[in-house]
C-alpha cells in the first residue's frame, strides 16, 4: 500500500456540487499539505498541518476548507466547485523538527484530478 | 517572501546526453533546504535530489547532480547519460530550515518539462 493515499484519483463533476478529496498516510508524520497544481503554475499551497489542531491557510485557500479528522487523515473540501477549481490535488505528508529523520522531505500521494464542468 | 524562478518551460536532450535545468531562488534566510522532485506522466511527485544550504559540497543521487551557488542563489540540476525515463516534468522547490508558523512550507517553481530524444 501506498503511504499517502488520496481518495479518489479522479473525479468529474458540476459547478455548484460539494465535493471532499481524501487523504490518509501510514507515515506517520505530524504534518500533512494540501497542494493544487495547475500547468504552467507549479504547486501551490492550499492548506497545510502540523498536528490535529493546527490547521493554517496557505497561499490560494479561499472557496477550500479542511478538516484534520485524525493524525493519519487530512480532507480537503470544496463547498461549493466551480470551472477554474479543476486542477490536480497534491496531498503531502512530512515530519516536524529537524531531529527527525526525513523531517524535511514531502512524501507525496498520488494525485486526485478535478474536473468542474 | 521566499520565490523560486525556473526560467526553462521546456527543454531537450538526446538520449545518453547531459542537460542542465536551471533554478534561481529568492530568499533573505541562511538556513533552507531546496530540492527538484520529477513529475512523470504518472503525475507522482518524485524526489529526485536534495541540497540543504549550509552545507558547501554539491549533493549527488546516480545521474542526477546539482550546482549549488549559494551567493547567486543558483541550483541548477545535471542529469548525466539521459535515459527515456527521464523525460518528466522538474521541479524545484524551496523550504526554509525552520519550523515555526509557515516556516517548513515548501515553495515551488513553475517546472521545466524535459524531453529525452531516442
Known amino acids: 500500500d501506498a503511504d499517502v493515499t488520496q481518495t479518489p484519483r479522479n473525479r468529474i463533476t458540476k459547478t455548484g456540487k460539494r465535493i471532499m478529496l481524501e487523504c490518509s498516510q501510514t507515515k506517520g508524520h505530524d504534518r500533512m499539505y494540501w497542494y493544487r497544481q495547475d500547468p504552467g503554475l507549479g504547486l501551490r499551497l492550499i492548506y497545510y498541518s502540523f498536528d490535529v489542531k493546527d490547521i493554517n491557510k496557505g497561499e490560494i485557500s479561499d472557496g477550500y476548507s479542511v478538516s484534520r479528522q485524525a493524525q493519519a487523515k487530512f480532507s480537503l473540501s470544496l463547498e461549493s466547485a466551480i470551472p477554474n477549481q479543476t486542477a490536480l490535488y497534491f496531498c503531502a505528508t512530512s515530519a516536524g523538527g529537524r531531529a527527525r529523520p526525513g523531517a524535511n522531505v514531502l512524501t507525496f500521494g498520488a494525485g486526485s484530478r478535478l474536473t468542474v464542468l | 517572501a521566499q520565490t523560486v524562478t525556473q526560467s526553462q518551460p521546456e527543454m531537450s536532450v538526446q538520449e545518453a546526453e547531459t542537460v542542465t535545468l536551471s533554478c534561481t531562488y529568492d530568499?533573505?534566510?541562511?538556513?533552507?533546504?531546496l530540492f527538484w522532485y520529477k513529475q512523470p506522466p504518472s503525475r507522482q511527485m518524485i524526489l529526485v535530489i536534495r541540497?540543504?544550504?549550509?552545507?558547501?559540497q554539491n549533493a549527488t543521487e546516480n545521474r542526477f547532480s546539482v550546482n549549488f551557488q549559494k551567493a547567486a542563489k543558483s541550483f541548477s540540476l545535471k542529469i548525466s547519460d539521459s535515459q527515456l525515463g527521464d523525460a518528466a516534468m522538474y521541479f524545484c522547490a524551496y523550504r526554509s530550515a525552520g519550523y515555526g508558523g509557515s516556516q517548513g512550507n515548501l515553495i515551488f517553481g513553475k517546472g521545466t518539462k524535459l524531453s529525452v530524444k531516442p
Open positions: 541540497q540543504e544550504a549550509y552545507k558547501q
Open positions: 530568499t533573505s534566510e541562511s538556513d533552507y533546504y
